[in-house]
């Protein structure tokens, strides 16, 4: 995030937009799951792997998970002159609120 906030600094003067997307949990259509990240991971919560979906499910202030047109319409949406013309330096959460991620 400091790295996109430097460079809309950067670019600003030249008209040039950085925006920045963080999702979390997008596990529907990653290859990463099917490494052996998704049992790394359930061991470290002590659960079994087929139940992970509903444990970052279950860690949402809005009790969702996250999926990949979830982030496109984010990504969209910063991509739209028409949207967001006006906006850079901006830090979009796309996670159903986790609330240990919460801008401090």
Known sequence: MHR????????????????????DAVLQGSRI?????REERAAAYGIEPDDLEEHYRQRTTLGVNVFPEDIAASVLHFAS?????KSTGNVLNVDGGVAAAYTR
């Open 4 to 23: 996109a906030r430097c460079l809309a600094e950067e670019g600003g003067g030249g008209g040039i937009r950085v925006n920045t997307v963080t999702p």
């Open 33 to 37: 799951w099917g490494s052996s990240w």
């Open 81 to 85: 002159d028409e949207r967001s013309g």
